[in-house]
């Protein structure tokens, strides 16, 4: 038995469309010592990290065409994130050497059940601008995947991250959005952050948020009520990841609840990564990427294989180097 996602034959060589995943790429320092946090840890791993470079490992590895759009240090931790990208089969082209910032850095400490404490310290990733741009090569683009963890914060980056998904818009493309809410880099500002995501959905074709942050964007309690809240201005496929309880997902007409698979959780770190590239990946072997997402019985189908990718990432430590191969899922399928 083999677990072939949507859109994929057997023997098929196809690609699909291009994915360009615009965002951070920076160095994650997890902490070795279980269940302990930042302030008491003292060992540390370095992984290859940054939610926008995580998708685009996650369809590249599983065999897609996929190209990674973002800034890093001149320095060893940026030449070793875009060794880590070639080495999964990601266009790094567009990686730009920032050669006065240095590489963005998050350290990373595993609570309980796989959750985890963050800390960032910002660096060469919040400069990208309109200049560092390969226009040639986002207009070859069929799918536009944005996930904001920083990009919402400040300029020069937030105003390019906006006029890029506008563009976008306007030229027709399928535009994913993720808005990656983390604590630590919004603080007390959560309003702005929430307007802005809110700007992002308006333009997005497909949108993947956890559980906490369609609370805190939609402003109401429940899932059901909150994506009924959102859906009133965000015309695109909403995906609520829920963890080992699946997701549910909403196109404003219908909803329904996808199941995942049980396994043992060691870093949720990069699952719901996982969880869009995957999806990304069957909508880019799609004849219309946008009929595609419109069709539930289809997404259905996308969202059940997107699942067993982020259960799979939750078994490893780490996020560009959890995730797996088709060929590593197919076995997963068989030893299930």
């Given at each position: 038995?083999?677990?072939?996602?949507?859109?994929?034959?057997?023997?098929?060589?196809?690609?699909?469309?291009?994915?360009?995943?615009?965002?951070?790429?920076?160095?994650?320092?997890?902490?070795?010592?279980?269940?302990?946090?930042?302030?008491?840890?003292?060992?540390?791993?370095?992984?290859?990290?940054?939610?926008?470079?995580?998708?685009?490992?996650?369809?590249?590895?599983?065999?897609?065409?996929?190209?990674?759009?973002?800034?890093?240090?001149?320095?060893?931790?940026?030449?070793?994130?875009?060794?880590?990208?070639?080495?999964?089969?990601?266009?790094t082209s567009m990686v730009v050497f920032d050669p006065v910032h240095k590489t963005s850095l998050a350290f990373v400490s595993l609570q309980a059940g796989g959750e985890r404490d963050f800390l960032f310290n910002r660096g060469a990733d919040a400069f990208l601008s309109e200049q560092d741009i390969d226009e040639e090569k986002i207009k070859q683009a069929g799918i536009l995947h944005f996930g904001s963890a920083t990009a919402l914060l400040e300029d020069p980056f937030r105003t390019?991250?906006?006029?890029?998904?506008?563009?976008?818009?306007?030229?027709?493309?399928?535009?994913?959005?993720?808005?990656?809410?983390?604590?630590?880099?919004?603080?007390?500002?959560?309003?702005?952050?929430?307007?802005?995501?809110?700007?992002?959905?308006?333009?997005?074709?497909?949108?993947?948020?956890?559980?906490?942050?369609?609370?805190?964007?939609?402003?109401?309690?429940?899932?059901?009520?909150?994506?009924?809240?959102?859906?009133?201005?965000?015309?695109?496929?909403?995906?609520?990841?829920?963890?080992?309880?699946?997701?549910?997902?909403?196109?404003?007409?219908?909803?329904?609840?996808?199941?995942?698979?049980?396994?043992?959780?060691?870093?949720?770190?990069?699952?719901?990564?996982?969880?869009?590239?995957?999806?990304?990946?069957?909508?880019?072997?799609?004849?219309?990427?946008?009929?595609?997402?419109?069709?539930?019985?289809?997404?259905?189908?996308?969202?059940?294989?997107?699942?067993?990718?982020?259960?799979?990432?939750?078994?490893?430590?780490?996020?560009?180097?959890?995730?797996?191969?088709?060929?590593?899922?197919?076995?997963?399928?068989?030893?299930?």
């Amino acid at each position: 038995m083999s677990c072939l996602p949507f859109g994929t034959r057997k023997g098929e060589s196809k690609v699909g469309s291009s994915v360009i995943c615009i965002g951070e790429l920076l160095i994650d320092f997890f902490c070795t010592e279980t269940d302990i946090n930042l302030m008491e840890g003292k060992k540390f791993e370095k992984q290859a990290g940054g939610a926008p470079a995580n998708v685009c490992a996650a369809i590249a590895k599983l065999g897609g065409k996929a190209s990674f759009c973002g800034k890093v240090g001149n320095d060893p931790f940026g030449s070793f994130l875009k060794k880590t990208l070639d080495e999964a089969g990601v266009d790094t082209s567009m990686v730009v050497f920032d050669p006065v910032h240095k590489t963005s850095l998050a350290f990373v400490s595993l609570q309980a059940g796989g959750e985890r404490d963050f800390l960032f310290n910002r660096g060469a990733d919040a400069f990208l601008s309109e200049q560092d741009i390969d226009e040639e090569k986002i207009k070859q683009a069929g799918i536009l995947h944005f996930g904001s963890a920083t990009a919402l914060l400040e300029d020069p980056f937030r105003t390019l991250y906006f006029d890029m998904m506008k563009k976008a818009k306007n030229e027709g493309k399928f535009i994913s959005f993720d808005p990656n809410f983390r604590n630590d880099l919004w603080k007390t500002n959560t309003e702005e952050f929430i307007s802005l995501a809110k700007m992002a959905m308006g333009l997005a074709d497909f949108i993947k948020m956890s559980e906490d942050e369609l609370e805190l964007i939609s402003g109401v309690n429940g899932v059901t009520a909150g994506l009924d809240a959102l859906q009133e201005t965000c015309a695109g496929l909403i995906a609520v990841t829920l963890g080992s309880a699946g997701t549910i997902v909403s196109n404003g007409r219908e909803k329904k609840a996808v199941p995942s698979i049980c396994v043992k959780s060691i870093d949720s770190t990069g699952a719901g990564d996982a969880f869009v590239g995957a999806l990304l990946y069957q909508i880019a072997h799609s004849e219309n990427p946008k009929m595609a997402a419109a069709n539930m019985d289809l997404v259905t189908k996308m969202v059940s294989f997107s699942n067993r990718i982020g259960a799979i990432v939750c078994t490893k430590v780490g996020a560009v180097s959890a995730m797996p191969s088709l060929k590593i899922v197919n076995q997963e399928v068989v030893s299930s």
